[in-house]
């Protein structure tokens, strides 16, 4: 079975911290992805990597970066948390090859930013 | 990736067949269905996936109609661990990465 974890279940940051959120899979996958959810807002995209030392932006990349130094780690980073980043955030991971493009998703880490 | 409508909620006694429809009329040749679930405070898990044919794993049944504008996922034997949020999701395998679009989905309520 494909096993992605994730650091934290639960976090508690302070305004202006800079947060720390690691996810490691076990199925030598090339993609890994960083989103959060929301109440109303659903799954929403903040990066992606396809390999190691590459990423692309999602859709809210703002206030977020990331780093892929090895091919099962991918880390999302939080510059300096603000209060509008408490958010479950939710890792996921993918296979390249065609035709299985299931995206396995960790546990989930619920950020609070106070 | 084509639009999926879902109704909100359903409910479902225990040890019956739970199924769950999906609308999904804009759907084109290449896109193939994918059902996920997200039990609450977990991350979304994997159910199943088809492209034309009806498909059947140890967790549930996908059946697509014949013009492939609807599917209906079918949960055997509900028990209460699959109250969840039910996905529906149409993707083109691409072969690169891509982000998931999940809609509202449908929240399953399994009672005794």
């Known amino acids: 079975d494909v096993k992605v974890t994730q650091s934290s279940r639960y976090l508690v940051k302070r305004t202006g911290e800079k947060v720390f959120l690691e996810c490691v899979q076990d199925m030598d996958h090339e993609n890994m992805f960083w989103y959060r959810q929301d109440p109303g807002l659903g799954l929403r995209l903040i990066y992606f990597?396809?390999?190691?030392?590459?990423?692309e932006k999602g859709d809210i990349p703002e206030g977020y970066s990331v780093s892929r130094e090895k091919k099962e780690r991918f880390s999302l980073i939080l510059e300096s948390a603000s209060t509008n980043q408490t958010s479950m955030y939710l890792c996921?991971?993918?296979?390249?090859?065609?035709?299985?493009?299931?995206?396995?998703f960790g546990p989930g880490t619920r950020l609070l930013v106070l | 990736d084509a639009k999926t409508t879902q109704p909100p909620s359903m409910d479902c006694a225990e040890g019956r067949a739970a199924n769950l429809p999906c609308n999904h009329s804009?759907?084109?040749?290449?896109?193939?269905v994918y059902w996920y679930r997200q039990i609450h405070s977990q991350g979304p898990q994997y159910i199943i996936h088809?492209?034309?044919n009806n498909e059947t794993n140890e967790m549930a049944s996908l059946i697509i109609t014949e013009d492939r504008k609807s599917s209906t996922l079918i949960l055997p034997h509900a028990t209460l661990r699959d109250t969840a949020v039910y996905y529906c999701?149409?993707?083109?395998?691409?072969?690169?990465?891509?982000?998931?679009?999940f809609g509202t989905g449908t929240r399953l309520q399994v009672t005794l």
């Open positions: 088809g492209l034309k």
């Open positions: 804009t759907i084109s040749g290449n896109e193939y």
């Open positions: 996921a991971s993918m296979s390249r090859g065609r035709p299985q493009e299931t995206q396995y």
């Open positions: 990597s396809y390999d190691v030392k590459m990423k």
């Open positions: 999701i149409v993707r083109v395998h691409t072969g690169t990465a891509s982000k998931l679009t």
